[in-house]
């Protein structure tokens, strides 16, 4: 496709199970980036790929979030033991290397832990 | 994470009125970007600033660097009912890789 995009659209889940959230982003970017945006709030950053490596993962809130990308294209954010806290919408964004403030948002993911 | 001050929070606002908002930080940023979301979306891109007192412009949209580097502001003229949607501001600071701040957001409201 010609955006980023991500699945599932929506996601309920119940307390304590893991959930994996996926991100396609566009075809040639090798930078990619996860954010959380809760309700009324901005977008918190969580973690940045520059293809498979994240050198930037500071802003993952707990060891219970994880995120991997391979083959430089698909990225799997996976939230374990998921907390009521947890509920937000999750952005996958992705640019060009040499254009990191151009970042292509997807429409996000709404996770929402019952 | 850290986050940026964004004023006002909200905006109700006449059809062809002037609307403009701002956003404060205590840190020096090197990069401001504004961003429009739709409800559902994801944010889109409107303008980026690369260096202090830059003034840009897209359309009925222009945004400012502030001197202090420490705020940046967005302005729209003559709004449209389709300028409704929540407007964040975003930046990245010095040595800090590609990390992005961002904004509480301000929502528009454009009353027809």
């Known amino acids: 496709g010609a955006g980023v995009s991500q699945s599932p659209s929506n996601k309920v889940t119940e307390k304590g199970k893991d959930v994996e959230l996926r991100c396609d982003p566009i075809?040639?970017?090798?930078?990619l980036y996860w954010y959380r945006q809760s309700l009324g709030q901005g977008l918190e950053f969580l973690i940045y790929?520059?293809?498979?490596?994240?050198?930037?993962k500071s802003g993952l809130p707990s060891d219970r979030f994880s995120a991997e990308r391979t083959g430089g294209s698909v990225s799997t954010l996976t939230i374990q033991r998921t907390q009521q806290e947890d509920s937000a919408v999750y952005l996958c964004?992705?640019?060009?290397?040499?254009?990191?403030?151009?970042?292509?948002f997807g429409p996000g993911t709404r996770l929402t832990v019952l | 994470g850290q986050q940026l001050n964004q004023s006002p929070q909200s905006m109700f606002i006449q059809e062809g009125e002037d609307v403009s908002m701002n956003c404060t930080s205590s840190?020096?940023?090197?990069?401001w970007l504004w961003y429009k979301q739709d409800p559902g979306e994801g944010p889109v891109l409107l303008i980026a600033?690369?260096?202090?007192?830059e003034l840009t412009s897209n359309g009925r949209l222009t945004a400012q660097f502030g001197i202090t580097r420490k705020d940046s502001f967005l302005n729209i003229s003559a709004s449209i009912p389709s300028d409704v949607g929540i407007y964040f501001c975003?930046?990245?600071?010095?040595?800090?890789?590609?990390?992005?701040?961002f904004g509480t957001g301000t929502s528009l409201t454009v009353i027809p």
């Open positions: 964004a992705s640019s060009k290397p040499q254009y990191t403030d151009t970042q292509y």
């Open positions: 075809s040639g970017h090798t930078a």
């Open positions: 790929f520059q293809g498979n490596s994240a050198p930037d």
């Open positions: 840190s020096i940023f090197n990069t």
């Open positions: 600033l690369y260096k202090a007192g």
């Open positions: 975003a930046g990245q600071r010095l040595n800090t890789g590609n990390q992005f701040y």
